[in-house]
């Protein structure tokens, strides 16, 4: 299905002075300063976009295996805001938002949904505007209530795997403490 038919970009902006964000590949949308450790926003913010929970928010800063950007799904609850280089998009349903978050997790997927879309400019920097981003497909389902079933299974899959890292952390300051009990 186009992306054009399940997301319309936000156009709001922060007039408000919300916290600025920004996009990480293992964290999603993350406040700058906690996550970076400074903030890189200009002075003024107010031309900044705004981000609401759900919210689908594609940088076009290339990372590692994300080589002509990140696509992620924002988590955080109160609304924040995030560069103009950033788009920013509501999906159509909140299921619909689940799935392509997961779906653009994988490098391949994002590469193989952006290459046709982006052309190169002076000193490889990625051209695309925020409407040209909606106009390929991804495989999405058609009714409501499988929407609902998979994006329930991938949150379900997720909050396991967090789990699991917190129960390996724990895990992991045990035998560190252990050992040190070792050799008192």
């Known amino acids: 299905m186009e ?6 970009e936000r156009n709001e902006k ?4 919300r916290t600025i964000c920004s996009v990480s590949v293992s964290q999603g949308v993350v406040n700058q ?34 080589p002509y ?37 994988k490098p391949s997927n994002a590469f193989n949904y952006l290459h046709p879309l982006i052309q190169k400019g002076a000193k490889n920097t990625i051209n695309i505007t925020n409407l040209r981003f909606l106009e390929n497909f991804v495989p999405l389902p058609i009714s ?3 929407a609902y079933t998979i994006a329930t299974t991938l949150k379900t899959i997720q909050k396991k795997i967090d789990i699991e890292k917190r129960l390996l952390q724990a895990y992991m300051i045990e035998k560190e403490y252990l050992l040190r009990q070792m050799f008192i």
Do not use: C, W
């Not at 992306?3 to 319309?8: C, D, M, Q, T």
């Not at 922060?14 to 002075?17: L, P, S, V």
């Not at 450790?37 to 295996?65: C, E, L, M, W």
């Open 144 to 146: 409501e209530n499988e």
């Open 33 to 66: 300063v906690e996550y970076l450790g400074r903030s890189f926003a200009a002075q003024q913010t107010n031309h900044y976009n705004v981000v609401k929970y759900g919210d689908i928010v594609y940088t076009k800063s290339p990372t590692g295996d994300f």
């Open 3 to 8: 992306l054009s038919k399940v997301l319309h």
């Open 14 to 17: 922060n007039i408000d002075g």
């Open 69 to 105: 950007g990140i696509i992620k799904r924002s988590d955080i609850e109160e609304d924040v805001a995030v560069s103009p280089l950033y788009g920013v998009y509501t999906p159509s349903n909140d299921n619909i938002g689940v799935i392509l978050h997961f779906y653009f997790m």
